[in-house]
């Protein structure tokens, strides 16, 4: 998916706090000790759900704030910087915190809060992961993946009657074959990415419809790959007498007319450059000169819904699906932190304007929808330690301002969506998937693995499968690493069955013996080995041989071909720790029809209890493969 390193990626996929907390891991919690705090998981067989007999009484809309940290929005709210959150939960209920699944990542975490169950029965044991079958260095990406043995409510609710909406919500797509809700709107697909443009201008006489330029206007041009070309007209705007271009016309045409965009330096303007899919991007003018316009140019990207009715209603009501946070362009200079919000909020903004417009259109009885201010910019914005790239406290006072702009923005997007709602008749979960919390040093788990002759790569930096015995795949903080098993993966294998655990116990050896060079302190915080993993609910084909959670503070990454393992992290905040740690911890609110608000918090509760809740509230029961329960406060 899209420019949004969450859903994307590699380096990153999407808050902290303190110092000591990510230095003690003493003082963190062992696995076993960390799922025996949780409540007891229900087992397929025990009746799981008491369905009320009537037909649903309020509709239910969750809205997941991804990366909300608890703590965080609990100062934020107490600070005054989410004034409708606090109404909110003032009206409501709010519990002490919730607990993700482990690894808690995006994509995980999605699809266990869609469907209530754990990645043993999801099959989406990660953001990235291998799947036996697949080449041995190939990953899946778990935004793109279908569930394994576990469906969404929205698809339980459907089969049950109900109307379902899903937008935007992660594991909801028109791809997602067999898991799509009566109405769907999946994120907005890419067509080309964003980039930083020098383009040389001229005089020429090609454009029509153009307003009085008071030196002769000048042209230019450049395409875009794969979409085509965008035309650019310089103007000099100002009667002065002097030569002092300012205005930069663009469009897909040599015209001024609409939908040309007339610009000056600082603005952005909007084109749709493929009118049958209706993709289009965003354009940032940074420069204008005789000689050049300096630009930046956002993703490409269009609306992804079914029916198709309504992606048409979407495309002529709100335009293309707007880029968002481009990390990628804020890490390679193309743009500044203030344009990093800037995108972060057009793209929140037309998310809740289309959740909200989806609503009051269709009416659907439970509705599931995602929203990313907290968590763009948690990664981005989390400079807390003198150990963080480019830290100095001038510069973590200002990137804290560029938090509660997010802040902001988020708390803008949930008054849309609550305008839109009226509490007496809906009851509203607001979620998050897991917390965040701060890096400073990145980790090369395949240089580890290089290094002890487990991974051999060409001059390519490729891994040459026949000669490689181990690959790990990270994403965040956590590491799955497979083994390349004789019988099990694509051509042949080349590790027996004798050797197998000789190999997983030197991988795990390896990643408990990993020191930071500069403390001296363990890197990792737990390393388990795949026959270890039921106790995180992670017992599934799709998890690694070995799987293992950093220490807050390390961010592992899969890059290949380093010569070096350890290098300072470019980016501030991360996630995929130990579930159990309070940085991971994220928010459970709820208000609205059928709840007594209630001053103290309930008792923490799980990310994978809201589907069997939900269910509960709507008056059905449940597919079976659910690990989570009712909420108890839910049922009094
Ligand atoms: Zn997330």
Redesign the pocket.
Known sequence: MPGVR?WTSIGL??ILLTLQACQSPASLPSPSHSVSEIPETATATQPIVETPTQAPQHPIVLISW??SRADIIYDLIENGHLPTFKTFIDQGVHAEFAQSIDPP??AA??NSISSGSLPSHTGIPSNNYHVTGDDFSWYRVGFNETMDDAEPIWVTASKNGLTTASAFFVGGSPSHKGQVADYTIGFGIQDAYSTHRSVDISPGDTWMDLPTSYNDHLEGQFTIQNIGPVYICVLDMTDDGKVNYDTVILNSQRSGSDPAQTLNKDQWGSLVLLPRSFAGADFLIQEISSEKVVLFQAGVNHNNATPTDMQTAINQKFGFFPAGPDYYALEHGWITERDYITMLDHQAQFMADVTSWMYTTYHPDLLLTWQDPF?SAGHQFLMRSERQFNYSEGTAVEYDGFYKDAARIADQSLETMLSAIDLEKATVFLVG??GMTLIHTSVYVNTILENAGLLTLDSQNSVIINKSKAFAITSGGAVHIYINLAGREKEGGIVSDDEYPIIQNQIIDLLKDLQDPETGQPVFERVLSHNELAALGLDHPNSGDVFAQANPGYVLDSWRGNDFTFAQSNYYGQ?GYDSSIPDMHTIFFAAGAGIVPTESPLPPVRIIDYAPTIAYLLGFQPAGTIDGSIIPFFKQ
């Open positions: 969450t996929a999407t991804d990366g990542l995006t975490a999605h968590d998937d897991h996630h």
